[in-house]
């Protein structure tokens, strides 16, 4: 088949601004938008009885799986066990028959996912594939297939399928909740709510942000090297941040999560090394402005990106503020995924690299 980059530069950029009418369509595989409901999960797996589960991937893949993480355990209260996909399949870690696994890929194809797939399965979990392509090994090897419906994403560094990837991750942590009997029907109705507002949310937020994010990537394309920083769901997504930022601008980029800032990483901080800080206005963010706040103390220069409410509660000098809506915390890793992906795409369009088809990496790992 045929894609085209219609009027975008890059089929990354395409596929960004693609998000709202993607994650819609994908959100409605999962739930009832009339009735307000997670639709019944009727495949092989029942969160409703597992005992934990395990979650293994490859890079983006993998830091989507980090947030699912966060939701299957505060929502459905199920242990998870998650690893990069490498690593996982040689770990040797104890699984029971009783627990499910999760592969997440966007390919349905990566080399040690499907290992880890194949590892778990002959130890008699029952296998879920949360992939995109459904004709693929990971999906023709599960026992329930959990589609991403992002549609085909041609540039390497992965946007839609993230946000895709995180709408499913997000109505199964609920629907595992209810079953669990740890969701009760107003907060599935609520959380639910707020998933199927999300795409306008997002279409807002593609279309205000735009400008400031590429004047921003200009000034961030001077420098060598960038440091993310988040707590909760902001600390996977402060890793995919820096995850986008290396693989298509270059830049060397590490994603820390904010509490750990003083065991490591603040012994680099000068006006040389921006730090970007992930913090919507939730239950961590005061704790995080403390992190902000050892950074600005050091002459560090700091990208806020929070929203309205966090930027009026915070009056640290910063290099650059970006103030998104308030948004609920089920749907904020999504939200705040945009100005993330845009600051990469812009800061590598600024130092002229090849966005689609960045160096040395390849859409799919098919090798170990
Ligand atoms: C490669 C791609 C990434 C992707 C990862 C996992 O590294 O460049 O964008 O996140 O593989 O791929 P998968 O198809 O399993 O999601």
């Known amino acids: 088949f045929m894609v085209d980059k219609g009027n975008h530069r890059h089929f990354m950029e395409k596929e960004i601004y693609e998000q709202p009418e993607i994650i819609s369509h994908a959100l409605g595989n999962y739930i009832d938008f009339a ?3 997670v639709k019944k999960n009727d495949t092989a797996i029942d969160f409703g009885k597992v005992s934990g589960l395990a979650i293994a991937a490859c890079g983006t893949a993998y830091l989507s799986g980090l ?16 690893d990069v996909a490498s690593e996982f399949r040689y770990r040797e870690l104890p699984l029971s028959p009783s627990q499910a696994a999760l592969f997440i890929s966007q390919s349905g194809e990566t080399a040690d996912t499907l290992a880890s797939l194949r590892y778990c399965k002959d130890l008699g979990l029952k296998i879920g594939a949360v992939v995109n392509v459904r004709e693929s090994t990971i999906a023709r090897e599960a026992d329930a297939i959990f589609p991403i419906l992002a549609g085909p994403e041609i540039g390497v560094a992965s946007t839609k399928a993230f946000t895709c990837q995180l709408a499913v991750l997000a109505a199964l942590a609920i629907g595992a909740g209810r079953a669990r009997g740890t969701v009760n029907a107003d907060d599935e109705k609520a959380m639910v709510k707020h998933l199927a ?10 279309n205000d942000i735009q400008p400031e994010i590429e004047g921003l990537s200009r000034e961030l394309s001077r420098f060598k090297d960038v440091l993310y920083l988040g707590r909760g769901t ?3 997504l402060a890793m995919e941040g820096a995850l986008k930022l290396k693989e298509i601008s270059y830049i060397h980029a590490e994603g820390y999560a904010a509490g750990e800032l003083k065991h490591g990483p603040i012994a680099l901080i000068d006006e040389n090394m921006p730090v970007i800080v992930i913090a919507p206005h939730d239950r961590f963010f005061e704790k995080t402005v403390s992190n902000m706040q050892e950074v600005a103390a050091r002459g560090g220069r700091i990208i806020f990106i929070t929203d309205e409410k966090g930027a009026a509660a915070s009056k640290l000098p910063t290099m650059a503020t970006i103030a998104l809506p308030n948004v609920d915390e089920i749907i904020a890793p999504m939200i705040f995924s945009l100005p993330i992906q845009l600051l990469a795409y812009h800061t590598a369009v600024f130092m002229g690299t090849d966005v689609d088809q960045p160096r040395n990496l390849a859409k799919s790992v098919t090798v170990e």
């Open 234 to 236: 902001s600390f996977p």
């Open 67 to 82: 947030i699912g993480k966060y939701w299957f355990e505060r929502y459905a209260r199920l242990p998870v066990e998650i």
């Open 35 to 37: 009735a307000h409901t």
């Open 197 to 206: 507002e999300m795409p306008r949310i997002m279409s807002r937020v593609l």
